[in-house]
């Protein structure tokens, strides 16, 4: 053969198919390791780029049949390893590797690459907290950036429709995995901030492989989350994984499902603690209305509170104490006199509400009373007037017992249980004139025991 080679002359076109044919037979099935450089993708879809190392470089094509099944997209200063066959480029002479399929290098370049890029990004602050928006305690929209269907993105649904079922979700799906998901995820963060819908953002995915979890490290993911002017909750993995927009979010959740518990937490502790809270409004309700009920005076309670506090005064004080106590009943008068006719409008919408008016003012009214007659009391001493007093107290009394019976008056239910009636319109407001209601209108009939719903069918003025 050698001899044979050496005796005749080849064309070009006869040793390059020769020199072709030797190594598509001897070099096939090959798995070369290296970096990529030149890395380009022509109009047809074949990636064309350069393989090399510390001394040498090899040629590299793959067409689009083959990458388009590739869950990533190399670029320039990437490692990784092509399997393929040694092929000669007749045309040009040169020979290329022929890539079918592609994985990335191995874990410790990955990993070397993400931690120089995490490094730089840290330089630039913007991993720090203080430069981060904070997650809002009771959001009332929660955004989601991941796949439109799966295991995640159904877990953050039951997730944050058992924790908090009124809270609004909107679901900005994009891919998550392989060479345009970086570009996708960014894209779906940066119309979730521009919308503005919601108060939060949930960014992320469920488990895979180190290579799966990758496009969460992407510079235009990372970028797209710093820009992001709404809080952002990175939930890339399980908890042994990791990615780099766990460190520039504002808040990183172990899987997609703890971050939707996360950001549910606010409305999670006002949910479990409503039952206690409705409990203790119920319970100050019901203190408060018996107070309110022992409040109520009955024949003489005043009087005899008056009377009592009078009858520790020395003659000599009772003068003075006459000119206070004669204002106070006063006011106390003309205050009652007041609440009587802001009562009466309360009544209709609710009785309650007049009953507790009177506890208020009669408390008052006593306080100031015990107060100044006792302030007084131990202050004037030595005057004895005890006929004038006598008849000014019996002036007093008629007075007390006038005041007494305006207090009981104002009992609403004082005022039904003699056979009077409230009635009130839908709207709550207390029916006065029987011409304003016209046939067939509705109305609510309050009694001294329990209320009737009825319909107007005729009336009169007078």
Not at 68 to 92: K, M, S
Not at 98 to 107: D, N, P, V
Not at 112 to 131: P, T, V
Not at 238 to 262: F, G, K, N
């Amino acid at each position: 053969m050698e001899g044979a080679l050496s005796k005749n002359a080849f064309s070009v076109s006869e040793i390059t198919s020769l020199i072709r044919g030797i190594l598509r037979e001897g070099f096939h099935s090959l798995s070369v390791r290296g970096e990529v450089s030149g890395f380009r993708t022509a109009t047809s879809g074949h990636w064309y780029f350069t393989l090399k190392d510390e001394k040498a470089q090899l040629s590299v094509v793959m067409f689009r049949s083959a990458n388009a099944i590739l869950p990533f997209r190399p670029a320039d200063g990437d490692v990784v390893e092509v399997t393929g066959d040694i092929d000669v480029y007749e045309a040009r002479g040169t020979y290329q590797l022929i890539a079918h399929t592609m994985r990335q290098g191995g874990l410790g370049e990955i990993l070397a690459r993400l931690q120089k890029r995490k490094e730089y990004y840290q330089s630039l602050g913007w991993f720090d907290a203080e430069g981060k928006p904070q997650l809002p305690r009771l959001p009332g929209n929660i955004g989601i950036v991941t796949a439109p269907t799966g295991a995640a993105i159904r877990d953050m649904l039951d997730t944050t429709a058992r924790r908090a079922p009124w809270v609004d979700i909107s679901i900005y799906p994009t891919l998550v995995q392989g060479a345009e998901a970086p570009a996708a995820i960014a894209a779906a963060i940066a119309q979730a901030d521009e919308l503005g819908l919601c108060d939060v953002l949930i960014v992320g995915r469920g488990g895979g492989s180190m290579e799966d979890l990758l496009p969460f490290s992407d510079d235009m993911v990372v970028k797209a989350i710093h820009e992001c002017s709404i809080p952002v909750v990175s939930a890339v993995g399980h908890e042994v994984d990791w990615a780099l927009s766990d460190y520039v979010a504002s808040r990183r959740a172990i899987t997609p499902t703890d971050a939707a518990m996360i950001v549910t937490e606010g409305w999670f502790q006002v949910r479990q603690a409503l039952p206690q809270l409705m409990e203790d409004a119920r319970q100050a309700l019901l203190r408060r209305e018996e107070r309110s009920r022992a409040a109520l005076p009955g024949q003489g309670i005043l009087k005899a509170l008056m009377l009592s506090h009078l009858s520790k005064v020395s003659p000599y004080s009772r003068d003075a104490a006459e000119g206070i106590m004669r204002r106070r009943l006063d006011s106390a008068t003309l205050r009652l006199s007041y609440a009587f006719e802001g009562a009466s409008e309360a009544m209709g919408r609710k009785a309650e509400d007049a009953g507790t008016e009177i506890s208020r003012l009669m408390d008052e009214a006593t306080r100031h009373m015990q107060q100044v007659l006792m302030e007084k009391a131990t202050k004037l001493q030595g005057r004895d007037r005890d006929l004038l007093m006598r008849q000014r107290l019996s002036s007093y009394e008629k007075r007390l017992a006038a005041l007494s019976a305006s207090l009981e008056a104002l009992d609403p239910g004082a005022v039904l249980s003699r056979g009077y009636a409230i009635v009130s319109d839908v709207d709550g407001h207390v029916v006065k004139d029987a011409g304003k209601l016209a046939p067939g209108a509705e109305v609510d009939i309050r009694l001294a025991q329990g209320s009737l719903a009825a319909k107007v069918i005729g009336g009169r003025n007078k």
